[in-house]
């Protein structure tokens, strides 16, 4: 028996995309639901044929018991508000946002009769939108849930089951240690890599036909979408910047020991640095 009457899916690109055909094929509610605010999104949603796709999120979210907001962080709080009139009570409300406290924040825009539980799925990646979407994309992957304890507990616990269905590994914290981790593993990382292919790019000597591996494996992450990642760094600014911060600190310490031909001090840290990339490579 399917886990949903209905799940609506607002915002379906990438991340909504692959929730649609990962549901569809274990089969979790009796019928899925899509928006995106996009037609040629919505053209490529019609194409998987596993949804009805609609143009006005408030009809997509109307019989729904699962409503999934996976649009980008900046507008969680329109999102929330234009999916408020076709809300059923007790209507379960979940999201997929890389930054937590701003969309708890968001999140008081709705009902209190719908009950809202914070998501995090680490499965983006550089290629957005619906055409990359892929039903296995969150096996295997780390899912954050952010509740705040004051939860109905069995909200909470079908959004776990949830997750857990579509192959999740879930982790539990609160809104504020999320955006501190996230912000060290994903938010940090996009904005640096952004850095060093913009200081590449400075470069007399930068020549794009003869860049390797090297320079694409290093700033793979710089070529994801500005207009999700502007929204996502100004929600979590604080810790954003503490680690550029470091970013700079650890770069010139790199630059001190060259310009010194300090070798202990430089094979030292490239050390450091192999130890700790190596260790992302094992499991814990």
């Given at each position: 028996?399917?886990?949903?009457?209905?799940?609506?899916?607002?915002?379906?690109?990438?991340?909504?995309?692959?929730?649609?055909?990962?549901?569809?094929?274990?089969?979790?509610?009796?019928?899925?639901?899509?928006?995106?605010?996009?037609?040629?999104?919505?053209?490529?949603?019609?194409?998987?044929?596993?949804?009805?796709?609609f143009d006005d999120a408030a009809t997509c979210v109307r019989g729904a018991d699962l409503v999934i907001v996976t649009t980008p962080v900046d507008t969680a709080a329109e999102t929330f508000l234009a999916i408020t009139p076709g809300l059923s009570p007790g209507a379960i409300v979940t999201d997929a946002g890389s930054v937590k406290a701003a969309i708890l924040l968001a999140a008081r825009h709705l009902p209190a009769t719908n009950p809202f539980i914070g998501s995090h799925p680490m499965a983006g990646g550089e290629?957005?939108?619906?055409?990359?979407?892929?039903?296995?994309?969150?096996?295997?992957?780390?899912?954050?849930?952010?509740?705040?304890?004051?939860?109905?507990?069995?909200?909470l616990a079908a959004v776990r089951l949830f997750w857990q269905e579509l192959g999740s590994v879930l982790h539990e914290t609160d809104a504020a240690q999320h955006d501190e981790i996230v912000a060290a593993?994903?938010?940090?990382?996009?904005?640096a890599a952004s850095a060093l292919m913009l200081a590449v790019m400075d470069q007399p000597g930068f020549r794009r036909f003869a860049a390797g591996a090297g320079l694409r494996d290093s700033t793979r992450v710089a070529a994801g979408e500005e207009s999700l990642?502007?929204?996502?760094?100004?929600?979590?600014?604080?810790?954003?910047?503490?680690?550029?911060?470091?970013?700079?600190?650890?770069a010139a310490e790199l630059r001190t020991a060259i310009e010194a031909n300090d070798v202990p001090t430089l094979r030292r840290l490239l050390a450091e640095a192999r130890i700790a990339r190596q260790s992302l490579d094992r499991s814990e």
């Open positions: 028996m399917a886990q949903f009457k209905r799940i609506a899916v607002v915002g379906a690109g990438l991340i909504g995309g692959s929730i649609l055909l990962a549901a569809a094929r274990k089969g979790l509610a009796g019928s899925l639901a899509c928006w995106s605010r996009s037609e040629k999104s919505r053209a490529t949603l019609r194409d998987f044929g596993v949804a009805e796709v290629k957005a939108g619906a055409a990359h979407a892929a039903a296995n994309l969150f096996e295997g992957r780390v899912c954050f849930l952010t509740p705040t304890g004051a939860e109905d507990p069995k909200a593993i994903s938010h940090v990382p996009h904005a990642w502007v929204g996502i760094m100004l929600a979590n600014p604080r810790h954003t910047v503490a680690g550029l911060l470091a970013v700079e600190r650890r």
